[in-house]
C-alpha cells in the first residue's frame, strides 16, 4: 500500500523513503522485503485468497442436539453449557431458563471435523446429535 495516498499498487513502496522494496528471503508462508533506498527491511505472512480459504475448509453445516423430553432440565442445561460458548457466561438456573422453551440447540457454520468433535463430546454427555451439511458426503 502507499502510504501517501493509501492506494493499493502491485509494488509497496517504503514508509519511510517511498522506495521500492526487493526481495530477500521466504520461510514458508513469511516472506522478507528490503528497501532498495533505505534499508527498512518489511516481513509480510503470504495467504491464499479468503475464498481459497473457506474452500479448503470444505463445506458449513449444522449440528443439531436434542435432548430426551419436550424441554430441557437441569442434566441438559449442565451439559449443554460445556459445549455451548453462549451459554456457558450463564449460570445453570439462567442457562435452564433459555432452553426451557426448546427441544434443541443448534450449531451452525461448522467444519465437518468440528461437526463430528462436538457431536462426540455431546453424545458423551447423553444428548443426542444430527449434523446437516449441503453436500452428501
Not at 9 to 36: H, I, L, S, W
Amino acid at each position: 500500500m502507499n502510504h501517501r495516498d493509501d492506494s493499493w499498487e502491485d509494488t509497496p513502496r517504503c514508509r519511510q523513503c517511498n522506495g521500492e522494496f526487493e526481495f530477500v528471503k521466504a520461510q514458508g508462508p513469511v516472506e522478507t522485503y528490503r528497501c532498495v533506498s533505505c534499508g527498512l527491511e518489511m516481513v509480510g505472512i503470504m495467504t491464499p485468497p479468503i475464498e481459497e480459504f473457506i474452500k479448503f475448509l470444505g463445506p458449513r453445516g449444522k449440528l443439531r442436539v436434542r435432548w430426551d423430553g419436550k424441554s430441557a432440565g437441569a442434566k441438559e442445561a449442565h451439559a449443554l453449557r460445556q459445549l455451548a460458548p453462549e451459554l456457558q457466561a450463564k449460570s445453570v438456573p439462567e442457562a435452564l431458563a433459555l432452553l426451557r422453551s426448546k427441544s434443541e440447540w443448534v450449531f451452525e457454520e461448522l467444519t465437518r471435523g468440528q461437526a463430528k468433535e462436538l457431536g462426540q463430546r455431546a453424545t458423551a454427555l447423553g444428548l443426542e446429535v444430527s449434523t446437516e451439511f449441503p453436500d452428501a458426503q
